[in-house]
């Protein structure tokens, strides 16, 4: 039964950072941005849930709310920031965006408080197996709206003009230039509906952890890591690593003890590199 | 005529030199003695902070108001200099050498959190100020042979042995089994030290020992194991996300433990934000404002609590009380030393023995506060949802009967 628990804990927290990394394996394909503000973009949802359900509305109102608010302040921080580094060298970037979250704790830490908080769902638990499997609501409500934005979001890059757009650029922003694309307002786009994808998942977040000014770099890194193990522009594979994810941090935490845990993660991340890096020498060879 | 420009430029050179000193390092100006203190008014501390600050400048105007120090026949009053430190140890160490060297404050005040406490510690001892400090319990600041250092507060290790000590009691004597998840920092650390002291002592077992980082925001894993095999006292302590992120899953998981111990429940505002799901945890802390110790100045705790809630319109928390009682040492050791020698008031700060509304204060040789024992209360609300905070161990403090064992999640 431990295991079973495992295995659907891990699933259901490795789909909620999946969508998290999901909105930055976006931006980082098609921007070539790494975000290291993601993580602070999705405190911010969170704060917006939070706030919803002081003022007694139901936090879960906050996955519609906070994505819309979030997706202007992605749009602000493009038309501020972002546009003036998306076509220089990865490292201005990254050095623009640690500004940002560095802005964004202290602005948060001012207008909110250094208090940890949290909104209360009361979404009760479900139980399995009699008692021994225990789920709670909140989880899988978080679970299954991330499963559908992602799904929405699948759809949305398919069929819409604008997704179509986005993904012309990510391929090749000068020959979409050329075919009547306007680049830079699908770079606006795409780092509004990123922020709107933190926004959901902050919303997310609020319900089923807790929040603090501080918290984002957790998220960035664990983001980040799912997207490196996926690799870009690959949005199944995103969503696969991370349930993967969370499924082999459980277990880690389960047989190697809680202070492993993200080690373990690490670790796991060092070997894929190698392992892509020995599997790509190969390749160079055949090629030769 | 030269010679003589010379001579004038010289005196004037060194009268101003000795001026400027003289201002630069009067720890005492006119009738005020000044004391220094870095606080976090800004950064991840910043509400401790400012409820450290809080009960730093109540007692100041208590005590300015009710006669001040009355020292060599003269009476003074306390101001103090403040200055943020961001919540980072780094800062905090600068101000300290700020104050002491620019500032001359010849005697300070503790900061927020063990952390900043140990950045500042060196800096006190190297210039040989005395601190008394309010806010920094971890065992490792009273093992480092500081002559100057000097908390009010209990240390970390003592902060949930009572409830070891209380299960084991309940147990009839027998020892228990202890399931426990620690943060990984200091603190946290220290509170661990305790309980495997503690556990020894009684001959209780621990069965889970897990140690959460610090960026983890989820106890799923450790309490899976919890309930599986079924301990008699879970402990927690993880400052107040661990706190909160606990009592949340607990309640999620329906986690069924006779006893639940932690940490920073207060901070945490637990039966705020978790309103009944937070009933029956026990929470160690260092004052409880119905404890019955007494003082001139703020009468008794609850007397205190009113007069805070009065100035600053929320019930104070124990950062906030223990940092009052900060003054009201200072203020004794001055007036037993007579002097503001900063060598015999750090002797005098080492001779205190005295009570206060916060609790007996003595210190030992590395510098806490070894006639405080910590209290327990334990969160007990009624059928409208309503929670309160009862004092239920030691039992000579207690307010409440304890409830134990916690009724099973089926059951409430």
Excluded at chain 1, 6 to 33: K, P
Excluded at chain 1, 114 to 138: H, Q
Excluded at chain 1, 151 to 172: C, D, E, F, P
Excluded at chain 1, 182 to 207: H, M, P, Q, R
């Amino acid at each position: 039964m431990l295991t079973l628990q495992a295995v659907l804990d891990g699933l259901l927290l490795g789909v909620l950072f999946a969508l998290i990394a999901y909105g930055m394996a976006l931006q980082w394909g098609v921007m070539n941005i790494i975000n290291i503000a993601q993580g602070d973009l999705v405190i911010l949802g969170g704060y917006i849930a939070y706030f919803m359900y002081l003022y007694g509305i139901h936090p879960a109102w906050g996955v519609i709310v906070s994505p819309i608010i979030m997706y202007f302040v992605g749009v602000i921080i493009y038309k501020l920031v972002i546009n003036k580094v998306v076509d220089r060298d990865l490292f201005i970037s990254i050095l623009a965006t640690f500004g940002i979250s560095i802005l964004f704790m202290q602005l948060m830490n001012f207008a909110f408080g250094a208090d940890v908080v949290l909104a209360n769902s009361g979404y009760g638990t479900t139980m399995l197996f009699d008692n021994s499997v225990t789920l709670p609501n909140s989880k899988i409500f978080s679970a299954f709206i991330s499963i559908v934005f992602a799904i929405g979001l699948v759809i949305y890059m398919k069929k819409s003009k604008l997704g179509r757009a986005i993904r012309a650029t990510a391929q090749n922003a000068r020959a979409a230039k050329i075919l009547g694309v306007d680049t830079e307002k699908v770079y606006a786009a795409t780092f509004g509906i990123n922020a709107a994808l933190c926004g959901v998942a902050g919303a997310l977040i609020s319900i089923t952890f807790t929040i603090h000014p501080y918290m984002g770099l957790p998220y960035t890194i664990r983001s980040f890591m799912i997207v490196i193990v996926a690799g870009l522009g690959n949005l199944p594979g995103v969503a696969m690593s991370g349930m993967g994810l969370g499924v082999f941090e459980e277990f880690a935490d389960y047989i190697l003890g809680t202070e492993f845990r993200i080690g373990s993660v690490f670790l796991l991340l060092v070997l894929i590199l190698v392992y892509r890096r020995f599997k790509l020498s190969r390749k160079r060879e055949y090629l030769k | 005529m030269k010679i003589k420009n010379i001579i004038i430029t010289f005196v004037s050179a060194i009268a101003i030199l000795f001026s400027t000193s003289v201002v630069s390092f009067a720890k005492v100006v006119g009738d005020k003695i000044i004391l220094g203190a870095a606080i976090s008014l800004t950064g991840k501390y910043s509400s401790n902070g400012v409820h450290t600050q809080n009960g730093y400048n109540m007692a100041v105007d208590r005590i300015n108001e009710m006669g001040g120090v009355k020292v060599g026949g003269k009476t003074y009053k306390f101001d103090i200099i403040y200055y943020d430190d961001e919540s980072n140890p780094k800062r905090a160490a600068q101000l300290a050498e700020r104050l002491i060297s620019q500032d001359g404050v010849e005697f300070m005040l503790g900061p927020y959190s063990s952390g900043l406490t140990k950045a500042i510690a060196p800096v006190t001892e190297k210039y040989g100020v005395p601190m008394v400090e309010a806010n920094g319990a971890s065992r490792s600041l009273f093992t480092k042979g500081y002559k100057y250092l000097f908390a009010v507060l209990a240390p970390a290790n003592l902060y949930l042995d009572v409830a070891i000590e209380t299960a084991v009691a309940l147990n009839g004597g027998k020892g228990v089994r202890i399931a426990q998840a620690f943060e990984q920092d200091a603190f946290s650390q220290d509170v661990r030290l305790g309980i495997l002291d503690a556990a020894e002592r009684t001959g209780s077992k621990i069965i889970i020992d897990d140690k959460l980082p610090k960026e983890l925001n989820d106890m799923a894993a450790t309490l899976a194991k919890v309930k599986a095999v079924k301990p008699d006292v879970l402990v927690v302590s993880g400052h107040t996300k661990g706190a909160l992120t606990a009592i949340r899953q607990i309640a999620e998981m329906k986690v069924d433990v006779p006893m639940l111990a932690m940490t920073h429940c207060d901070a945490a505002k637990l039966s705020k934000q978790h309103g009944k799901n937070s009933q029956y945890a026990l929470c160690a802390s260092q004052w409880h404002k119905t404890l019955t110790y007494k003082d001139d100045f703020f009468k008794d705790g609850m007397t205190y609590a009113a007069d805070f809630e009065k100035l600053f319109g929320y019930d104070p928390p124990y950062q906030s009380a223990e940092s009052s009682a900060a003054l009201l040492v200072f203020k004794d050791a001055f007036e037993r030393a007579n002097t503001f020698d900063q060598k015999k008031v750090r002797d005098a700060l080492a001779a205190t023995n005295m009570q206060t509304f916060y609790g007996n204060i003595k210190f030992a040789e590395g510098g806490q506060n070894v006639d405080k024992p910590m209290v327990l209360f334990q969160v007990m609300c009624d059928d409208a949802g309503k929670c309160e905070n009862k004092v239920v161990a030691p039992l000579k403090w207690a307010s409440a009967e304890l409830i134990h064992p916690i009724p099973k999640w089926s059951e409430r």
